[in-house]
């Protein structure tokens, strides 16, 4: 009978041996840096420039760590680096930037090389071309930059016709008619005005092969000679922004485009969406939002007007060409859309004016660089020879009125 009872006590007592186990929980693993990498910037650099460097640090199991990095540069006097990265680029030569994350054993070095390019000292009024002239430069003194994106003709077949299904985007290739044609008279009625010359940059190439106004993939669409041509149109905006801030301090850039819309008049673009500047004065006044996002956003700043003033107001700019027989949206007499076609600027805009994009896209945000996208009409502006250059005389005059006004910037010799 005793040995009857005792058979179901073993498997209650097994179970309870087996239910009190706890599972073994393996050691935590400290990361331990073992390697890092350096992304990001360019690595060849012309004097003045700079560009931001990032060093991403890795573990053991090759996952993202938080880490010190340490920056140097091997020729400090080529090329400088901040404790941050960002390298900026003193005289022409060579230099390595060398990262060291971690320390002692549990550290990792990554580095680039830095060639740093002696600025070509350019003769004002002296065209300067990119490989195969395909991007022409013509150096100024003043501090306005014009540009012409849209009026070139050159069809080389190293370039395929850009296409929507190839390059994304709308790929338009449409010509901006008697554009380039424009900016070079600009000049010339800016000098005989001032007697100095506003920089100008022409892309001569159709706009079928290069668009220079779009971001690469649909500018260039994936064409190594279009890619180039346009990397060259960027760095020839950039040594005439350089050029401007080194004399002036501040300057004005203009993009100039042909619109072929059924309205006559020219349209400006800020950067504002058409919905945008059809809102009241008061709500384009009452949010930072608006004016930091303009291409007028530092010299907004500094004016004692209203930034909706700035925009459609007495003083400002599509006024100005209204009350010299050119007619502008927005003004003071066409102050808003009003569903009307309008182009509003594109990405040389953003990326070579002051607003808030610009940094983003390679260039400064609230810098001193401010500008507007152009959009002339046909009739009256580009059509003959007689009306470009009177637009060209009364560009000049309008110029010199609105950057004296709002922005203390004098175009006169002093």
């Known amino acids: ?115 740093v390019t002696a600025p070509i000292s350019f003769v004002v009024g002296q065209a300067y071309f990119g490989r195969n002239a395909y991007i022409e430069y013509i150096a100024g003194n003043a501090p306005v930059i014009l540009t012409a994106p849209h009026g070139g003709a050159l069809t080389p077949a190293s370039m395929p016709d850009r296409t929507a299904a190839a390059c994304g985007g709308a790929a338009t ?51 190594a000679d279009a890619a180039t041509a346009l990397a060259e149109w960027h760095e020839f905006i950039d040594i005439a922004k350089r050029a401007v801030l080194q004399t002036s301090g501040m300057g004005w850039y203009m993009d100039v485009h042909g619109h072929g819309h059924a309205i006559q008049r020219l349209e400006l673009g800020y950067l504002l969406a058409d919905t945008d500047l059809d809102r009241p004065d008061a709500v384009l006044d009452a949010s930072l939002l608006f004016e930091n996002g303009s291409s ?75 500008g507007v996208q152009l959009e002339a009409n046909f009739t009256g502006v580009r059509d003959n020879a007689a009306n470009r250059s009177r637009f060209a005389d009364v560009t000049a005059t309008v110029l010199e009125e609105y950057l004296r006004t709002h922005w203390a910037l004098r175009l006169t010799p002093p």
């Open 1 to 115: 009978m005793r040995s009857a009872l005792r058979w179901p006590v073993l498997p209650l007592l097994l179970a309870c041996v087996g239910s009190d186990r706890t599972p073994t929980t393996p050691p935590a693993v400290t990361p331990v840096v073992t390697s890092v990498l350096v992304t990001g910037g360019s690595t060849t650099l012309a004097v003045g420039a700079s560009t931001q460097l990032t060093a991403v640090v890795r573990d053991q199991a090759g996952r993202d760590m938080v880490s010190t990095v340490a920056w140097s540069s091997t020729t400090p006097s080529v090329a400088s680096v901040s404790s941050s990265g960002l390298v900026t680029a003193l005289a022409g030569g060579t230099t390595s930037i060398t990262a060291v994350a971690g320390s002692g054993s549990t550290s990792a070095t990554a580095r680039v090389s830095i060639v």
């Open 296 to 370: 007028i956003s530092t010299l907004s700043q500094s004016s004692p007007l209203s930034f909706s003033a700035l925009l459609r107001g007495s003083t400002s700019l599509g006024t100005l060409y209204a009350n010299h027989g050119f007619p502008a949206v927005p003004s003071a007499s066409d102050p808003r859309i009003d569903g009307t076609a309008y182009f509003n600027g594109g990405e040389n805009t953003r990326r070579h004016s002051c607003g808030s994009d610009a940094t983003a896209l390679g260039g400064t945000t609230n810098g001193n660089i401010c």
């Open 173 to 223: 290739t449409v010509t901006d008619a008697n554009t380039a044609e424009l900016v070079r008279v600009m000049q010339q009625r800016f000098f005989a005005r001032f007697g100095s010359y506003p920089h100008i940059i022409i892309s001569n190439l159709s706009r079928r092969k290069l668009d220079p106004n779009r971001r690469p993939i649909e500018a260039a669409c994936g064409n």
